[in-house]
């Protein structure tokens, strides 16, 4: 894959509905919600965080050290016109995979809100020159997967892994979208966990 010569760190993007900016210390309010609920979680790799103290200690151990590095994304997304969080987007394994995530609140899902955020994020990468984004989902999330489609993502490869540190075997569905730079399919899952072909 073509190496990258960027550096930001989470640049806000702003769209007709959301702002997408980092995480701050006022957040912690809004962010139980969203961190809390078993059924947003119930697809992620963490358990829920049920306290204000947990936020807190999430935001220092795992979002606050992306802010330090030369490149990072880990967005907020916020809801205009009060900017108060309601989901994230956040881009993993910047250089490797460049797998992007997300979370809502199940409150606002079913409006393109999601969509919206990340159709940014990605317009936003494709200028400063990523090669590709790649994403996975549940087979048991299909919601998440459709975000992917809408997103211009297409189906490469289902793998199963055993996912940390729920401890629990997981069948994903592998998306990928050119940006302007891929050299192909991102095989790294392939190589890593036992993969198959679906119809879906």
């Known amino acids: 894959m073509k190496t990258m010569y960027f550096r930001e760190n989470t640049p806000r993007i702003e769209t007709e509905r959301l702002i997408l900016r980092k995480f ?20 992620l790799p963490w358990f829920p965080i049920k306290t204000r103290e947990g936020i807190r200690e999430y935001l220092y151990k795992s979002i606050y050290p992306q802010y330090e590095k030369k490149t990072a994304y880990s967005y907020a997304v916020a809801a205009k016109p009060d900017d108060r969080v309601i989901g994230y987007i956040h881009i993993n394994g910047i250089g490797e995979s460049n797998d992007i995530g997300y979370a809502l609140r199940k409150e606002f899902r079913h ?21 590709f984004l790649t994403a996975t989902h549940d087979v048991n999330n299909p919601d998440s997967g459709e975000v992917m489609k809408r997103l211009g993502m297409s189906y490469c490869y289902s793998y199963r892994e055993l996912w940390q ?36």
């Not at 809390?36 to 119930?42: G, L, V």
């Not at 940014?120 to 990468?125: P, Y």
Request: charged share 25%.
């Open 111 to 131: 409006k393109g809100i999601m969509t919206e955020g990340c159709a940014a994020v990605i317009e936003h990468l494709r200028g400063v020159g990523f090669p």
């Open 24 to 43: 701050t210390d006022t957040d912690i309010d809004d962010m139980l919600p969203l961190y809390s609920d078993a059924e947003t979680n119930r697809f």
């Open 165 to 200: 540190p729920k401890n629990i075997p997981v069948t994903f569905r592998m998306y990928q979208i050119d940006l302007g730079g891929a050299e192909g399919m991102y095989t790294e899952y392939q190589k890593k966990y036992p993969w198959f072909v679906e119809d879906i």
